[in-house]
């Protein structure tokens, strides 16, 4: 007969990562530096697009320079035809 919960032993063996071997928590300071604000327009306008670093099934990641600072940045670029009709307005 299969017992339908068996019961499972606990191992401490060194591949299992314990309480005390785990790395500290590190702090994550968020400001507003942090984030892009709003710029409406064409992104074009904005940055310069450059290569692509990635592809998803609704878009892709661009590699793009800011044209007023220089910073560079990644772009996500969704295709408007998955967005629902709320969101494109």
Known sequence: MVEANPTV???????TPT???R??????LVSSNNFIHLNEGNIKTFYKISSCIGR???GEVRKCLSKETNALRAVKIINKKYLEKTQEE
């Open 56 to 58: 998803g099934a609704y």
């Open 23 to 28: 790395p500290p928590k590190r702090t994550l």
């Open 19 to 21: 309480v005390e071997s």
């Open 9 to 15: 032993e606990a191992t401490n063996d060194a591949a």
